[in-house]
């Protein structure tokens, strides 16, 4: 990953594949009916609202973080059903691009199954903080769930908590809703296999993060569904990445009880925005020395929990 503040460097591949959605960090294209070329680019967003400027290598490191994660899982769980197809590029651009956008382009991207979405960000918390916390500290609930009094910020839950929210439009906020309103969202059936599957992979991924030094404070995943078969929930977007996750270093856990814990996500953006009252604030501009240290965050993220390089793969 490059350490140096570069402007935000594009690929836009409207004049070979329709585009379908711009996310706040992914480009969604179809290649065909049932599949998308799912494009991670180097955009960073913070508090629900992107940054001016990127942090170079992010999109490739983010897509091959996912593409770990669904592979251990695969292995992990078999009857795990995944959007994730392959890292390939379809014909199409391989023939037309030149050389040097599809070095661009193939790190970013996965083949993924086009499926329908979810309304519901499928969150899973192991530890308290975060908007957790601060609706434990106004009401002693998260997510209207009674949790026991004199919890401190940073603290393991007793058992990990399904904590839903809404999953708003582009420009919107996501709301914590409690795991009742969540079913009323998408019916029991499919709720009770979204908590299920969110709640089984959280255990085997703390475990593995637990493992090479890291805590798995909280999670979020999405599933999605296929309209044309009765199969069930479908894991996809990204997953188990420091934009999805919450990862603090296991060692320093203890002592930071109660405080911020130094984290390998996007923590440090945060806590820049917010000491800069910067926080939800459009057209933001992140400083060198803040893109230099994330990404290195990111990074050191990756090479901990993969054991691999993110230009490896
Ligand atoms: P959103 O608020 O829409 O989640 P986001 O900013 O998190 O926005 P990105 O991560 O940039 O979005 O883009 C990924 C988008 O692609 C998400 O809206 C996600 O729901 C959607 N998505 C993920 N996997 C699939 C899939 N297999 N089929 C269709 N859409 C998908
Ligand atoms: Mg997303």
Do not use: C
């Amino acid at each position: 990953m490059s350490s140096t503040s570069s402007p935000l460097v594009e690929i836009d591949l409207e004049e070979k594949l329709p585009k379908l959605a711009s996310g706040k960090v992914r480009d969604l294209y179809a290649i065909d009916d049932e599949t998308l070329l799912f494009v991670a680019s180097d955009r960073i967003s913070a508090y629900d609202v992107v940054m001016q400027n990127g942090i170079p290598g992010k999109g490739a490191l983010l897509t091959a973080m996912s593409a770990y994660w669904f592979h251990y899982l695969q292995s992990e769980f078999p009857a795990l059903q995944t959007h994730f197809l392959d890292r390939s590029l379809p014909p199409i651009l391989e023939s037309s691009m030149s050389l040097t956008r599809l070095q661009a382009l193939r790190p970013r991207s996965m083949r993924v199954r086009r499926l329908k979405i979810f309304p519901l960000e499928s969150i899973v918390r192991g530890y308290i903080t975060g908007s957790a916390w601060a609706e434990y500290k106004k009401s002693g609930t998260v997510n209207g769930i009674p949790l026991p009094p004199g919890l401190v910020d940073g603290q393991r839950l007793e058992t990990p908590l399904w904590t839903p929210s809404t999953k708003a439009e582009l420009g919107g906020k996501d709301e914590n809703i409690t795991p009742a309103q969540a079913r009323g969202i998408v019916g029991d059936e499919y709720a009770k296999e979204i908590e299920k599957w969110s709640l089984d992979i959280y255990a085997a991924a703390a475990k593995r993060a637990e493992e090479v030094g890291i805590v798995l404070a909280d999670t979020k995943f999405e599933f999605g569904y296929d309209p044309e078969s009765k199969a069930g929930v479908i894991l996809v977007d990204e997953v188990l990445t420091p934009d999805s996750s919450r990862f603090w270093p296991k060692a320093s856990w203890e002592e930071n009880l109660g405080k911020q814990q130094p984290s390998f996500d996007k923590q440090f953006l945060r806590d820049w925005l917010t000491s800069q009252g910067l926080k939800g604030k459009d057209g933001v501009v992140v400083p060198e020395d803040i893109v230099r240290k994330t990404a290195a965050k990111y990074l050191e993220a990756f090479e901990k929990l993969t054991g691999e390089q993110p230009n490896a793969s």
